[in-house]
């Protein structure tokens, strides 16, 4: 039996980013609140990427890599494509509760620093595989 569409998988990378304050780093695109996060670019490996995705979607530096998390894996499609985007998570930590810039070419509206308490509020607006990582982070 012939396959009726393409199939892609991605692999993507991002953090649970903690600062100073206990404080968790959260965007909001798209209506939805969710973690930092991007796909792995060419000759990258997925610690290089999880870094630069922080770094580029909410404008932090000197940011500190710590352990994987968690691995998720979601499949959606896009354009007649069925693609499975397995994303690696890790721990991240940054110095004090740096100012935080919104990409806002990639839809970010948003990038905040919550407490717990107000960041479990939020999780009724934001996708399953977000909750498999703020379980693991929390351990």
Not at 49 to 72: F, P
Request: proline share 3%; charged share 30%.
């Amino acid at each position: 039996m012939k396959q009726k569409y393409k199939t892609e998988t991605l692999i993507a990378a991002g953090g649970w980013v903690v600062n100073e304050f206990n404080e968790v780093l959260w965007i909001f695109r798209l209506g939805v609140w969710d973690l930092p996060k991007g796909k792995v670019e060419k000759n990258e490996n997925i610690k290089e990427c999880a870094i630069r995705e922080v770094r580029e979607e909410c404008g932090l530096s000197q940011i500190s890599l710590g352990s994987k998390i968690i691995e998720t894996t979601h499949n959606y499609r896009l354009d007649g494509t069925q693609i499975t985007k397995i994303t690696h998570w890790y721990k991240m930590s940054v110095k004090g509760r740096p100012i935080l810039i919104p990409q806002l070419e990639e839809n970010i509206d948003l990038s905040v620093w919550l407490a717990p308490k107000d960041f479990l509020k939020k999780l009724d607006s934001t996708y399953d595989n977000i909750h498999l990582v703020v379980n693991e982070a929390m351990k």
